[in-house]
């Protein structure tokens, strides 16, 4: 079983940074693809930024330019780093993998609050 253990949110002001880090422990298989989501807006929440075996990276529309989703050499821990914060950037942030069999897991969350 993975366990995601999620660190770096926290309360900032209008741009303002803060940098999100995830890290996949347990029984870890291969990770073909993490990535952040974020609820509000939308039941669903909102995929905000993944990264995939070979590098590939793929942003939402209202992050571009401003977040970047990165992963360190081993493959098991991701990050966001996001800039040029705005209020509405504030939510709470879910880190997300899935393994090379298709199994996904999800994080506890951390909440990110951008606020003067």
């Known amino acids: 079983q993975v366990h995601l253990v999620e660190s770096g949110g926290g309360s900032v002001q209008p741009g303002g940074s803060l940098r999100l880090s995830c890290a996949a422990t347990g029984s870890v298989r291969r990770l073909s693809a993490m990535a952040w989501y974020r609820r509000p807006p939308g039941p669903q929440g909102e995929l905000v930024a993944g990264i995939f075996n070979g590098g590939t990276t793929n942003y939402a529309d209202s992050v571009m330019g401003r977040f970047t989703i990165s992963r360190d050499s081993a493959g098991n821990t991701v990050y966001l780093q996001m800039n040029s914060l705005k209020p509405e950037d504030t939510a709470g942030y879910y880190c997300?993998?899935?393994?090379?069999?298709?199994?996904?897991?999800w994080g506890q969350g951390t909440l990110v609050t951008v606020s003067s």
């Open positions: 997300n993998v899935v393994d090379d069999l298709g199994f996904g897991s």
